[in-house]
């Protein structure tokens, strides 16, 4: 076991070197990389955020981090890219959590800033828009746009807090409890679903 832990950990270093020898100051520009698919490697983010790699849980949150910033979505498949290659990973579910939500601006003007699981703040707007789903056993599930197709799930800690900030708006002519940041409004559920 510990073998392959010392195997497992030899292997992850490769790979952050090869992701950290790619890297300049602030984020990559991984939308703009397109090098040649080298294969698939034994990485997966599970739907509750946690990166593994070989089946075992990823415990350094800087090296999750920095495999975080090369992340690239193409359709529904999931890569970590350099300029030089590209390796296909699993992601279960949103790639991010938004673990964390700031309230800034006045009420009528409100914005909604989430910091994700990988310490990244991101400005719900338009450009970072949430959408909300219907789970099958799960009820309502909301995502942020983190940046180029990359989604984070948005805790249910921090949905009951959505939930409580939401209002209602016609849109489209059917009456919908949403919430507002950044000047967008963004509909939850039509209005007679919601009980609160």
């Known amino acids: 076991m510990a073998k392959q832990r010392q ?111 990988v310490d990244d703040w991101v400005a719900c707007d338009a450009a970072h828009a949430l959408r909300f789903e219907r789970g099958a056993s799960e009820g309502l599930k909301p995502y942020l746009h983190v940046r180029n197709d990359l989604w984070a799930k948005v805790t249910r800690a921090l949905l009951y807090d959505l939930v409580e900030l939401g209002e209602e708006r016609d849109i489209d002519g059917e009456r919908m409890i949403g919430v507002a940041s950044g000047g967008a409004f963004f509909p939850m559920a039509p209005a007679e679903s919601v009980e609160f």
Do not use: Q
């Not at 579910?93 to 699981?117: C, I, Q, W, Y």
């Open 7 to 117: 195997d497992n950990t030899s292997g992850l270093e490769t790979i952050a070197a090869s992701v950290r020898g790619s890297a300049g100051k602030g984020p990559p520009p991984v939308h703009l990389w397109n090098p040649p698919f080298c294969g698939d490697l034994d990485i997966r983010i599970a739907s509750d955020g946690t990166w593994y790699y070989l089946g075992t849980p990823i415990g350094r949150a800087p090296l999750v981090r920095l495999f975080a910033s090369v992340l690239k979505r193409e359709g529904d498949k999931y890569f970590l890219v350099t300029p030089v290659e590209k390796v296909g990973i699993v992601v279960e579910d949103a790639p991010f959590l938004a673990v964390e939500m700031r309230r800034e601006g006045p009420a009528s003007e409100p914005r909604l800033l989430f910091r994700t699981n």
